[in-house]
Nanobody, 121 residues
Framework: QLQASGGGLVQTGGSLRLSCAAS????????MGWFRQAPGKEREFVAS???????YYVDSVKGRFTISREPLGNALYLQMNNLQPEDTAVYYC?????????????????WGQGTQVTVSS
């Protein structure tokens, strides 16, 4: 029900915009988020947005990444600027059970398939 896209290969300092399309407008009242997983590492929180568009970011991406959503809840975005090699990972979009932003992975019950982001040094 969630389809992530927009990943690719970019040089250090470059930008990418990830998109996440929802197959149905079932997430308009739910918080949504982006997570990432690098090879050999656990999936980690990146950013979350509530149904009233309040946002929450992991410290390492503050000032570089911006999460946003369509008001009807059928699309989610992650604008990533000044990308660094440590941002290399598969990025996943997800929808939470509740309506407030959350970093807790267990609070999310719908997941997209992931899109690869590779930042070359």
């Amino acid at each position: 029900q969630l389809q992530a896209s927009g990943g690719g290969l970019v040089q250090t300092g470059g930008s990418l915009r990830l998109s996440c399309a929802a197959s149905r407008r079932i997430f308009s009242n739910n918080a949504m988020g982006w997570f990432r997983q690098a090879p050999g590492k656990e999936r980690e929180f990146v950013a979350s947005i509530g149904w009233k568009s309040s946002t929450y970011y992991v410290d390492s991406v503050k000032g570089r990444f911006t999460i946003s959503r369509e008001p009807l809840g059928n699309a989610l975005y992650l604008q990533m600027n000044n990308l660094q090699p440590e941002d290399t990972a598969v990025y996943y979009c997800a929808a939470a059970r509740g309506s407030t932003p959350t970093s807790r992975l267990s609070n999310y019950n719908y997941w997209g398939q992931g899109t690869q982001v590779t930042v070359s040094s």
